[in-house]
């Protein structure tokens, strides 16, 4: 059965896979796969520009929406033209012959990754490029355009130490995807810096300990050479941060909203 695997983390933003489908799909016909994607309003694989924290603690990472390929398919049972299909590879396929245009699969998609073309009258979305993989390729386009290997595809057997780092996109919809995430924005960090404003400067090797909102302690570090903290990945909740350092008072910074990536910014510290 395929998978695929996408690493949020290794994306770099080229949007080389969202525009190598357009080119695999627009303009031609890979009938009984698919019919041509239109130019404008579908993008079955759709790369997001997703900016975390503020300034300075600034990331931009990059997310990916693509079909699921879900082996509990929701489209499936409500198409009543029987024109969607799972094929033996696990790909999920709409006949685009059989398709009426009842538009129930689109409805049906929790994920919102099934399109509507208005002017041939069918649904459309991703096929994994099937017509490719039939005709002897071992990937997608997408995935053979990556240049960071932020997507693997391929049998589950195969992918199965990546799968192992990885989440499904929404488990609570109990569809089962075929398409997994390392580094799903589902997960927040908690990032700041720390200065000694008498000698004006950055706090190297500060320790700094995160807890959680019973205060229990939840992760530690050392400021690097600039006084920067990152913990990284955090579940959403509210936090507390205490800051130690020899030769400085200790200080704590109390109820820090996680549910989103936060700086808490430039932490002062007194020598003692």
Not at 32 to 40: G, R, V
Not at 159 to 169: D, G, H
Request: hydrophobic share 35%; with cysteine.
């Amino acid at each position: 059965m395929k998978a695929l695997v996408i690493d949020i983390n290794k994306c770099n933003g080229c949007y080389n896979c969202q525009i190598a489908c357009k080119d695999e799909h627009v303009g031609n016909d890979w009938t009984p796969i698919a019919k041509p994607q239109p130019d404008t309003g579908q993008f079955w694989m759709k790369v997001t520009d997703v900016v975390q924290g503020s300034v300075p603690k600034v990331r931009v990472r990059y997310m990916h929406d693509i079909c699921q390929h879900c082996d509990e398919a929701p489209c499936i049972p409500v198409c009543k033209s029987e024109a969607i299909y799972k094929r033996e590879d696990g790909i999920v396929i709409i006949d685009p012959e059989k398709c009426t245009g009842a538009r129930n699969c689109i409805d049906a998609c929790p994920y919102n990754v099934i399109y509507f073309n208005s002017d041939l009258n069918i649904a459309q979305k991703c096929t994994m490029c099937a017509h490719l993989l039939d005709d002897g390729w071992k990937v997608p386009r997408c995935v053979d355009a990556c240049p960071t290997d932020a997507l693997r595809f391929g049998e589950e057997e195969e992918l199965k130490e990546y799968i192992k780092q990885a989440e499904v996109l929404h488990p609570e919809y109990k569809a089962k995807p075929r398409v997994y995430y390392i580094g799903l924005l589902d997960k927040y960090f908690v990032a700041g810096a720390v200065y000694d404003p008498e000698e004006d400067e950055c706090l190297e090797g500060a320790t700094v300990t995160l807890k959680d909102g019973k205060g229990k302690k939840v992760a530690e570090l050392k400021t690097d050479n600039f006084g920067d903290f990152w913990f990284e990945r955090q579940e959403p909740g509210t936090y507390s941060i205490l800051i130690e350092k020899a030769g400085y008072l200790p200080r704590t910074i109390e109820n820090i909203d996680a549910s989103k990536d936060v700086n808490v910014g430039d932490i002062e510290l007194s020598k003692g």
